[in-house]
């Protein structure tokens, strides 16, 4: 009886476990909607409008005007992408995706911090009257890790 007992509660235990999964939580600013985890949580920063972090995880974004960046020779997505790397001192290799109406440019990098390499994922995205750039974050040991989640989120991504 104690056998069975034992695995009824540990079947029960089990299932509740692999049922439960992170909902799924809206964030909005700077002119961008992304659905992740409600594992993050919204944090005020300098270096971004928009920054979400979880306890493995970050993502932020910001927004240039076009017309402001037009004065630099950028009027492109892929002049945007190459002057926001440049801008960090980063040389990486550009790619792009496209899914549906969802076109972005993206590259990988990494970055100490505090004595910590982080590995993040830079997108760029062109609205109507903005290019967008954000960065979804980790530590750098876990960039390969977190890949096709980055792409996940991503697909839920919208600019204004």
Avoid at 21 to 31: D, P, R, V
Avoid at 53 to 71: H, I, N, V
Avoid at 143 to 149: G, T
Wanted: glycine share 8%.
């Amino acid at each position: 009886m104690k056998k069975i007992m034992f695995l009824v509660v540990f079947m029960s235990l089990l299932v509740g476990l692999v049922g439960c999964g992170k909902a799924e939580k809206t964030f909005t600013g700077a002119g961008v909607t992304i659905t992740l985890t409600e594992a993050f949580v919204e944090k005020e920063v300098v270096q971004a409008p928009l920054y979400l972090e979880s306890p493995t995880q970050m993502f932020m974004a910001l927004r240039e005007t076009k017309s402001s960046l037009a004065g630099y020779g950028i009027s492109t997505l892929d002049d945007y992408i190459e002057a926001v790397l440049n801008n960090h001192g980063k040389n990486s290799t550009v790619k792009s995706k496209e899914e549906g109406d969802l076109v972005y440019k993206y590259a990988y990098y990494e970055s100490e911090v505090n004595d910590q390499t982080f590995g993040y994922m830079l997108l760029t995205f062109e609205g109507k009257d903005h290019f967008y750039s954000m960065n979804f974050g980790c530590l750098a040991n876990k960039l390969e890790d977190f890949k096709e989640k980055f792409f996940d989120y991503a697909k839920t991504i919208k600019v204004e």
